[in-house]
């Protein structure tokens, strides 16, 4: 049985002083969500503060960076290693759309980043999706290519660890969203990739999300469909009481 999740992506917001009101709101709540995995994405510089002050937190709470480096150390100004951040976080985000479009992440040095990343034992939470919205609602070959090579770096062992964020990038920070219909189709297709590769339990073990302008409203578009694992959230998880409100949505399915 895949455990549902609520994941938030801060991304470059929030102060010292708002991340730790916003965590503290979340955390408070997070018992009531027991049933699903909460995963909070701060900015690196909060991690281990927040994971400090919430270290009686929940087992079913965890912390997800939204970035890592390719490479372990070395001369790298400014970048963070998954060595470094071994044991400050669960999961480690890559791949979001904002990446590979703003950063030129290319698939390949995504690939490498999920390598990185399994090397030292984390989890990575794998963002695909296209960039403009099909007007045929067929699934962009674009996604099926990001997977391909997303699923290079897995092996039948470590293929556990991975979670996929189907994340169309017109949808993101936009107000616009995939129906839960297409959501199911794309996510339904991914499955049906890594099951090529690893074989059915495998695919059947992934938990795959949707993810782009989900808030209190439009989460369950996506809630009702058993094959969606849960939402990963951008602005709508910077207001604790509506990412509370979308994770008892996503509680309420499961
Ligand atoms: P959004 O962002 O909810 O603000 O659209 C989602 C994401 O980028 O993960």
């Known amino acids: 049985m895949r455990r549902k999740v609520v994941a938030a992506n801060w991304k470059m917001n ?3 002083g708002e991340a730790t009101v916003l965590a503290k709101a979340i955390a408070r709540r997070v018992e ?6 909460t995963i909070i994405a701060p900015p690196f510089l909060w991690l281990l ?3 400090e002050i919430l270290s009686v937190a929940p087992s079913s709470l965890f912390f997800a960076a939204q970035n890592a480096s390719w490479k372990q150390e070395g001369a790298l100004t400014g970048e963070i290693s998954p060595r470094m951040l071994k044991g400050s976080v669960d999961y480690i985000i890559l791949g979001h759309s904002e990446r590979r479009a703003q950063f030129n992440e290319t698939d390949s040095l995504v690939a490498d980043k999920i390598e990185a990343c399994l090397e030292e034992k984390i989890n990575p939470i794998v963002c695909v999706g296209e960039t403009t919205q099909s007007k ?4 962009d070959p674009i996604i ?3 997977v391909k090579s997303a699923l290079k770096p897995f092996n039948r062992e470590n293929i556990k660890r991975a979670m996929f ?3 169309p990038r017109w949808a ?6 995939a129906s839960g219909h297409h959501a199911l189709k794309v996510i339904d297709a991914i499955r049906e990739e890594i099951k090529q590769e690893f074989g059915i339990e495998a695919s059947e073990e992934t938990r795959i999300l949707y993810g782009g302008s989900v808030d209190a409203q439009t989460v369950t578009e996506y809630t009702t469909f058993e094959s969606i694992d849960g939402v990963l959230v951008g602005k709508a998880s910077l207001q604790a009481r509506e990412f509370i409100r979308i994770a008892s ?3 309420g399915e499961s």
Request: aromatic share 10%.
């Open 14 to 16: 929030t102060t010292y």
């Open 32 to 37: 009531d969500f027991e049933g699903i995995d």
């Open 49 to 51: 503060h927040l994971k």
């Open 136 to 139: 045929s609602g067929n699934i």
């Open 144 to 146: 099926i290519k990001q």
């Open 165 to 167: 964020a189907y994340e």
């Open 172 to 177: 993101i920070g936009t107000g616009l969203n």
């Open 249 to 251: 949505e996503v509680q």
